[in-house]
């Protein structure tokens, strides 16, 4: 028997020697330095047995027949038709164990694939007369085209030195070895992958136990109250508004800024003082300590500590565009969560009512001094148009140039009289008349005292101080001006104190609450779910990027 370490081809298998053993799986795995198939043929005279064997040694040695069984080829096609159960006889377990070493396949070898020719001629040949089947087939052709000279009944492919006849068999050429890639085995897990998942276990297994250890275990329940408010203004507006005294305010930027101001004042330290006054922080959230360390406050921690703890369990949203503020209050009890959402509200309505005391005092000092400003300007523009009369003499320029203008007027009246007086005198007596002359005479002095006046008027005169008089009544207008507009914010400022006074007894901004503090039924914190899915994906990126940096600096190497 000889043992061929090759694969099957797709008709089940290469036709090899007589006796031999043909692989027809491709799994197979080495013993003693022998490569052993899973799967064989063994052909032995004119039957073939198949089957599976642990190792070469147990199949060739063993006096059990080998059964074999209908199972694919090692390429996958089906077992050839018309296969049944044979026996083969123990003289093939000992032309097999007699074989040659050299002519077994070494671990080493790669399995190549033959293009072997049919010798099945030969090997029959070569057996001994009493080993051959006597039931040969009878229309086999008496000469084949691989046989020459007399020998009789040779077979169309003997060949070999056991080959029977007179003449001399034709050769076929050598078979044509190529060698193919070697099998490609099952995967396994390696060193480095166990390496990871043992990382794995360590990085993203145990804190996720130890996390919802701790979360379903040890945390304190906590209950939420929730608590809505905004801050409103008075409608209407006040004379002072009108006036321009909180021109904000009418348009709403001053409920805004009370807004802005309660946002950051419900989370300053001085909102955690006044709440811990009341209901003493420390007492109860340091009840689960020191079980829960990581939803609880240590007894002794100081006011910065409780200001850190207090923005963990009170959250504050705001809306700047409608001014709208919202609070969620955690407490490890159902009434102290309600009682320090009320105490909060309670506080930020204390500050809103400073506030209101505030920009009441505010106005009323504002206006005060407003008024006394504008008394003293009134007083200063008085002063001035006094000093101005007795500086110049005149109380008012105006007045007086109309009277001097009412002197130019005069003569000019005059002197149209006297014209008309000339005319009637030359009609009835001549140029040498003393009456004419002396009208003339009148008429000249009433001309020159036209243009003297007028003169005075545009120039100036020596009574007023050698002022002209457009100067006097420019700087007296200025005078008039400032007088009447002193008066006008004199006038104003006593309106805004009378209006600042009236206020002053009444709320202008006042906190209105549209969700009350609710009473919680049920504790809703902490999210047990929702914090071990955050920890999960936070150790999951931390294991992956430690993974990736490690094979990064392996692949570097």
């Known amino acids: ?25 491709d799994k197979g795995h080495h013993e003693a330095g022998i490569f052993c198939p899973d799967y064989v043929e063994m052909r032995t005279g004119n039957q073939i047995a198949y089957g599976w064997c642990k190792s070469l040694e147990d199949k060739v040695n063993s006096d059990t027949p080998i059964i074999g069984a209908a199972q694919n080829d090692a ?8 296969m049944r159960k044979f026996q083969a006889p123990q003289a093939a377990s000992r032309d097999v164990a007699q074989a040659p070493r050299a002519q077994v396949a070494e671990p080493s070898v790669q399995p190549v694939i033959e293009e072997a020719p049919d010798t099945a001629n030969t090997a029959k040949s070569n057996e001994p007369p009493q080993n051959r089947p006597q039931n040969r087939p009878q229309n086999r052709p008496q000469n084949g085209p691989g046989q020459k000279g007399k020998g009789p009944k040779a077979g169309p492919g003997a060949k070999g030195p056991g080959a029977k006849g007179k003449g001399k068999g034709k050769q076929n ?21 166990w390496g990871l998942v043992l990382s794995a276990l360590a990085l993203i297994v ?65 909102m955690v003082s006044r709440i811990d006054d009341r209901f003493d922080l420390r007492g109860h959230y340091a009840q689960p300590w020191p079980d829960d360390v990581i939803f609880a ?36 009890d159902a009434k102290t969560a309600q009682a320090i959402g009320t105490g909060i509200v309670e506080e930020s309505q204390n500050m809103i009512n400073a506030l209101n005391d505030q920009a009441r005092e505010d106005l009323l000092r504002y206006a005060q001094r407003d008024l006394e400003v504008s008394l003293r300007r009134l007083k200063d523009a008085r002063e001035a148009l006094i000093l101005f009369r007795t500086r110049t003499q005149i109380v008012d320029p105006a007045t007086d140039l109309q009277g001097r203008l009412g002197v130019v007027n005069n003569l000019q009246a005059q002197l149209a009289q006297a014209l008309i007086d000339l005319d009637v ?12 002359k002396q009208a003339r005479r ?17 120039s100036g005169d020596i009574t007023v101080g050698g002022e002209d008089y457009p100067t006097l009544l420019a700087e007296f207008e200025g005078l008039v001006v400032d007088r009447e507009f002193a008066e006008e914010g004199y006038r104003a400022a006593l309106t805004a104190l009378d209006v600042a006074r009236n206020n002053a007894g009444r709320q ?44 990064s600096i392996r692949d570097s190497r």
Request: charged share 20%; no cysteine.
């Open 1 to 25: 028997m000889i043992v061929r370490n090759r694969p099957a081809d797709r008709r089940g298998g290469l036709r090899g020697a007589r006796g031999g053993v043909k692989l027809l799986s």
């Open 75 to 82: 390429d996958g096609t089906a077992p050839r038709k018309g």
């Open 173 to 193: 050429p050598p078979p044509k070895v190529v060698e193919i890639a070697p099998m490609a085995t099952n995967a396994g897990m390696r060193r480095r992958h």
């Open 206 to 270: 145990a804190p996720l136990l130890v996390s919802a250890w701790y979360l379903w275990t040890v945390s304190t329940d906590q209950y939420a109250s929730t608590v809505g408010f905004t801050v409103r203004q008075e409608g209407g507006s006040s004379s002072a508004d009108l006036l321009g005294n909180g021109l904000g305010d009418l348009f709403g930027g001053s409920s805004t800024s009370d807004a802005d101001i309660l946002y950051e004042f419900i989370q300053s330290q001085e």
């Open 297 to 332: 406050i240590w007894p002794d921690a100081t006011i910065e500590e409780l200001v850190w703890y207090w923005s963990r369990i009170i959250r504050v949203s705001y809306d700047q565009g409608s001014g709208l503020i919202e609070l969620r209050v955690l407490a490890f």
């Open 425 to 436: 005198l030359l009609d009835q007596s001549s140029e040498s008349d003393p009456r004419v």
């Open 442 to 458: 009148t008429i000249e002095v009433i001309k020159n005292r036209i243009v003297i006046e007028r003169e005075n008027v545009a």
């Open 508 to 551: 202008s901004r006042y906190l209105e609450a549209y969700v009350r503090p609710t009473l919680p039924q049920s504790s809703e914190f902490p999210r047990r779910w929702v914090l071990l899915g955050m920890i999960g994906l936070f150790v999951g990126l931390i294991w992956s990027i430690l993974a990736l940096i490690y094979y």
